[in-house]
């Protein structure tokens, strides 16, 4: 590897770091749509502050920016609070108003020099390691990487500060006002840190592809955990492997880096949904087909316990009697023999004692409407297992 | 009950949007007393305690807390929110949410330690949700997540607990549970308002009754004032209930 491709890699990661953590309570918060209107609606702020600056990386551009995320989040707020229109729509009214200043402003005065809109939406991360942070003389690195980082370090910052509260107010907003702790304040300080962070993140990834990087690691993440601190860091490691691969796998396509990440989180995302131990599609689908079988066995064990009569309870019989198929009974009635809940003798089912005591309970806690308590009695019989 | 007045509020108008939900609310609850607030659907049962509470801003009026306002009672003040107004959903255990009763006494940054920890671990047992302690809040029944925001204002250790519909969607073990915890605190001397829905439990379950409906129609001790004359001025119809002695 050449140190450009380390850079990049750095950058690409310490990208993800920072848009990861923002990203998370974001999604929490069901606010995912605001970054991307962040996203978008930077644009002009860019342009004006590199009218002012001349720098892309200059510090002055980035608050100049960041607050036009912020002055967008004011404004959705502001116009969905006259009740005329709901939040969706109002986010759909001002990004695009205020991207399509921008883009006009950079077809007017920019087009001389090095401010194209392709950069703009997807980033260059390639040329990044190209533009040096020179310090009296001394090269200590590409520009972007000490913007990003500088961002990160804030941002993780803030993070450790005020987790607490973060975590407060998304969850409860309103004991997070009633116990003092504004949820005004918090709410603006991370509208201002994720707009901070999209400035930064947009010479990279660009301004729209920032949003992936912002939302795709925590919904992966939200599918894995029910623990707030370990989403956080699965959301950061989902955004660095996607960065990592997705930069190789731009290299050995030779195509857009950006493009190759995003694509990345989005392979991620799709594997996780679909094979998540608890949440996942297939996990999901198994879990109702076991509760179908449940339900079944129960049903059986049931009518076994009411009726004494051998007529009612003969092998062959009882596809009639409780009018099921023939493979739904044979599952139900291997699964009862497998769990000794009954025995057959001369084809004449019979429940065991154990058979008897799971039905009794089982009946007891349904009618007590004692559900969670039948998840511990499965554990206890050993249902489903070995 | 003592003379003391520990939740006083003046002259209090609040209004969505320009149109009153709560008007010209003057209120005085004195300390001890376990109250319910009832009124129909749209009365400004939640606003009124929201209000009080600083959670929403009125137009006109001023609410004190044991003489002082609410900024400076904070501490004093518990509240347990409807359990429909979070998402249960959200990636924590039962034990951290009850864990956030205590973040108002650690102040901002501040994090919670032992100490905290071991409050939170006394007030999960004090509602029977000990062994749950671990589970994430979405495999909770709707009882036990209101347990949970029982324990969560109990562990603020506050004088005057405001509560918003504790009962909705319990099942009966949980609202009796609740219903003594409440009575509990108040012989402890804390003050106890709840947002209650179901008029028939009101002379079992509480000692002191406002009626509302936009305006306050009337506050006293049940015993003198939870009659027909007062419940149907407040619900319009002509309302009989048989009130057990």
């Not at chain 1, 409860?172 to 709410?187: Q, R, T, W």
């Amino acid at each position: 590897m050449s140190s450009a491709q380390i850079e990049i890699q750095l950058i690409a990661s310490l990208v993800a770091i920072a848009c990861a953590i923002p990203g998370t309570f974001l999604v929490l918060r069901k606010m995912a749509m605001i970054s991307d209107a962040i996203s978008h609606s930077i644009l002009p702020g860019i342009v004006v502050g590199f009218f002012i600056t001349q720098d892309l990386n200059s510090p002055l551009l980035i608050l100049l920016a960041a607050l036009t995320g912020v002055i967008t989040v004011v404004l959705v707020e502001y116009i969905q609070k006259t009740g005329l229109v709901k939040e969706d729509t109002a986010i759909g009214l001002v990004f695009p108003v205020l991207f399509s200043i921008g883009v006009l402003m950079i077809a007017k005065k920019a087009n001389d020099v090095h401010l194209d809109i392709d950069a703009v939406l997807v980033g260059e991360l390639a040329l990044a390691p190209f533009d040096r942070l020179i310090i009296s003389g001394v090269d200590v690195g590409p520009k972007s990487l000490w913007i990003i980082g500088g961002i990160l370090l804030f941002t993780i910052g803030l993070l450790v500060a005020f987790f607490k509260e973060l975590k407060l107010s998304t969850f409860d907003k309103g004991l997070a006002a009633s116990l003092g702790f504004s949820p005004a304040i918090i709410h603006y300080g991370l509208m201002s840190v994720s707009s901070i962070t999209t400035v930064g993140a947009f010479d990279a990834v660009g301004a729209i592809l920032v949003v992936a990087l912002m939302i795709a690691p925590a919904a992966t993440a939200y599918l894995l955990t029910t623990d707030l601190k370990k989403m956080l860091g699965l959301s950061i490691v989902f955004g660095v492997f996607s960065a990592i691969s997705g930069y190789w796998f731009a290299h050995w396509l030779d195509a857009s880096i950006a493009g190759s990440i995003t694509t990345m989180l989005g392979v991620l995302f799709l594997l996780v949904y679909l094979f998540a131990p608890n949440k996942g599609v297939i996990a999901v689908l198994y879990r109702e087909k076991q509760q179908r079988t449940e339900v079944s066995l129960l049903t059986f064990l049931l009518h076994l316990k009411n009726h004494d009569e051998e007529r009612e309870r003969h092998v062959n019989h009882l596809n009639e009697h409780i009018n099921w198929q023939k493979v739904r009974s044979k599952t139900v009635l291997e699964l009862a023999l497998k769990n000794n809940m009954i025995v057959i003798n001369n084809n004449i089912v019979s429940l065991t004692s154990k058979g008897d005591e799971f039905t009794t309970q089982a009946i007891d806690y349904i009618i007590t409407n004692e559900d969670a308590q039948i998840e511990d009695m499965k554990d206890d019989f050993f249902l489903f297992r070995g | 009950m003592s003379n003391k007045i520990a939740v006083q509020v003046d002259d209090l108008t609040v209004a969505y949007n320009y149109k009153p939900v709560l008007w010209d609310i003057d209120l005085e609850i004195p300390e001890g007393v376990l109250m319910a607030i009832v009124g129909p659907n749209g009365a400004g049962k939640s606003t009124l305690i929201k209000s009080i509470l600083g959670i929403l801003k009125p137009i006109a009026g001023s609410v004190s807390i044991y003489g002082k306002s609410y900024n400076k009672q904070r501490s004093l003040v518990a509240y347990v929110p409807q359990k429909g107004s979070v998402d249960w959903d959200f990636p924590t255990t039962a034990l951290d949410v009850v864990m956030m009763g205590t973040y108002g006494s650690l102040g901002w940054i501040k994090r919670p330690r032992q100490k905290q920890k071991k409050a939170a671990l006394e007030a999960l047992e004090k509602v029977g949700m000990l062994p749950f302690k671990n589970r994430q809040i979405s495999q909770l029944s709707g009882g036990q997540q209101q347990r949970i925001f029982l324990a969560r204002a109990l562990v603020q250790d506050a004088s005057i607990y405001f509560m918003d519909e504790p009962f909705q969607g319990v099942d009966a073990t949980t609202e009796i549970a609740i219903i003594n915890i409440l009575k509990e605190l108040r012989k402890a001397g804390k003050t106890v308002i709840v947002v209650h829905h179901d008029l028939q439990t009101v002379p079992e379950y509480f000692d002191w009754v406002t009626f509302l409906n936009v305006k306050k129609i009337a506050t006293g001790p049940v015993k003198d004032i939870f009659n027909d004359d007062n419940l149907t001025k407040t619900y319009g119809i002509n309302y009989k209930v048989s009130i057990q002695e």
